[in-house]
Nanobody, 126 residues
Framework: QVQLRESGGGLVQAGDSLRLSCAASGGTLRSSVPAWFRQAPGKEREFVGAIRRSGQKSYTDWVRGRFTISRDNAENTVYLQMSSLRPEDTAVYYC????????????????????WGQGTQVTVSS
């Protein structure tokens, strides 16, 4: 049973940067595809970015160029570096990992992931 713990959220001003961390225990991230999702109040959970085993990264359009996902297999941790934050980035950010084969994993689909963290709140003030 893999457990994920996010950290690094907080209250920042528009234009600031923030780095979220997702530490895994009970399993290794090396063999998984980790991703970040977010959910704003009253909205559905939406895809932010993912990183495949090969290192290939994918992002949703509205964060490309501002957010960067990375992984440290030695630390069993995934990161989301966020810059040029906007008030509309305010949400709870969730880390997720999937262990199925790449051919059966669709990065932007929540159903592709097997384990989820509890989330960390990011609030961006204008």
């Amino acid at each position: 049973q893999v457990q994920l713990r996010e950290s690094g959220g907080g209250l920042v001003q528009a234009g600031d940067s923030l780095r979220l961390s997702c530490a895994a225990s009970g399993g290794t991230l090396r063999s998984s595809v980790p991703a970040w999702f977010r959910q704003a109040p009253g909205k559905e959970r939406e895809f932010v970015g993912a990183i495949r085993r090969s290192g290939q990264k994918s992002y949703t359009d509205w964060v490309r160029g501002r957010f960067t996902i990375s992984r440290d297999n030695a630390e069993n941790t995934v990161y989301l570096q966020m810059s040029s934050l906007r008030p509309e980035d305010t949400a709870v950010y969730y880390c997720a990992v999937g262990f199925r084969a790449d051919s059966n994993l669709y990065p932007s689909s929540p159903a592709s992931y097997d384990y989820w963290g509890q989330g960390t709140q990011v609030t961006v003030s204008s």
